[in-house]
């Protein structure tokens, strides 16, 4: 089952623009975790946020989350064609369920060059 | 570090047939989960293993099954495939702590005929 929903399914935006995805889920979380996906590949770890941080950040990604309101966004600044993939959030760990991860169904990033 | 690694790459089955994946995980990381990707379905969780015990489960038939070996090493193991199968099955490895970062393989792709 998913845990939430991913919004927007699909975004297309300018290399150099910025790119905002947003993440729901439904129930509470110790972490949350961010992943890229390339063409069908494997997931790429990109941030990992617990339930306690409201921001984190890592080169040109930024991530927060907001416990009150179940959600949490991922802005990539300045995208590059290299940027194009699959974005999926996650919820897990967590102390009830173990490892298991519970994936959103994804925001597809087109960048054109 | 090398990362997961995961094996076969590709592979094509029929219905009826039953086949055996193989995930390595990362050098000094005990748990070890896999996870089923379809486009209709997204990323669902089948199982986690921590030191050779089933630690999680997800909502799979009885087809599906894994063991995690003593130097972490995973297998999971589909029988009597369905065309439903068809999937790309991620597995993904952490040093086990409820609050770890899981890095996943390139992943398998089954095509079941």
């Known amino acids: 089952s998913q845990q939430g929903e991913e919004d927007p399914q699909a975004l297309s935006i300018q290399e150099g623009e910025n790119a905002t995805m947003n993440c729901s889920y439904k129930t509470s979380i110790n972490n949350l975790q961010w992943y890229r996906q390339n063409s069908g590949r494997g997931l790429v770890h990109l941030i990992l946020i617990r339930s306690n941080e409201r921001e984190k950040h890592s080169g040109r990604l930024r991530v927060t989350l907001d416990t009150s309101k179940k959600s949490s966004s991922l802005l990539i600044t300045a995208s590059r064609a290299a940027d194009t993939a699959s974005y999926f959030c996650?919820?897990?760990?967590?102390?009830?369920?173990?490892?298991?991860?519970?994936f959103g169904q994804g925001t597809e990033l087109s960048v054109k060059p | 570090k090398a990362g997961v690694t995961q094996t076969p790459r590709y592979l094509i089955k029929t219905r009826g047939q039953q086949v055996t994946l193989s995930c390595s995980p990362i050098s000094g990381h005990r748990s070890v989960s896999w996870y089923q990707q379809t486009p209709g379905q997204g990323l669902q969780f089948l199982f986690e293993?921590?030191?050779?015990?089933?630690?999680n489960k997800g909502n799979f038939p009885g087809r599906f099954s894994g063991r995690q070996f003593s130097n972490s090493r995973s297998e999971m193991n589909v029988s009597t495939l369905e065309l439903g199968d068809s999937a790309l099955y991620l597995c993904a490895s952490s040093a086990g702590a409820l609050q770890e970062t899981q890095y996943f393989g390139p992943g398998t792709r089954l095509l079941v005929l």
């Open positions: 293993y921590f030191s050779e015990t089933q630690r």
């Open positions: 996650a919820t897990g760990p967590s102390y009830n369920q173990g490892g298991k991860l519970i």
